[in-house]
């Protein structure tokens, strides 16, 4: 059975950080793109940053570029998030999915396999 499973959310102050891993169970990562997608209560999920199956491929979303950095290592059949200079607006529900197909738009329409997600809040 195909699962990913988010963690390392949490409470952190405005200009903390916090590290998001995403692991696999049932399958290797390393033929899939990964992305971090997040929602905000009463928003919709919108697309954080992306990567290929390679790692050579990134994609950033405005709001959190030159903040967030994602990074794969593929002996660890992990994907990471690493997010510095939180601010409020980035507190949400953060999951991570993957997508078989070549790389392609950082949008959730396209990734198949998707984790349960998990809280990060950013609040003094």
């Known amino acids: 059975q195909v699962q990913l499973v988010e963690s390392g959310g949490g409470l952190v102050q405005p200009g903390g950080s916090l590290r998001l891993s995403c692991g696999a169970s049932?399958?290797?990562?390393?033929?899939?793109?990964i992305g971090w997608f997040r929602q905000a209560p009463g928003k919709e999920r919108e697309g954080v940053s992306c990567?290929?199956?390679?790692?050579?491929?990134?994609y950033y979303a405005d709001s959190v570029k030159g903040r967030f950095t994602i990074s794969r290592d593929n002996s660890k059949n992990t994907v990471y998030l690493q997010m510095n200079s939180l601010k409020p607006e980035d507190t949400a529900v953060y999951y991570c999915?993957?997508?078989?197909?070549?790389?392609?738009?950082?949008?959730?329409?396209?990734?198949?396999?998707w984790g349960q997600g998990t809280q990060v809040t950013v609040s003094a």
């Open positions: 990567v290929s199956s390679s790692g050579r491929s990134t």
């Open positions: 999915a993957a997508d078989a197909r070549p790389f392609g738009p950082c949008a959730p329409g396209r990734y198949k396999y």
């Open positions: 049932g399958f290797t990562l390393d033929s899939y793109a």
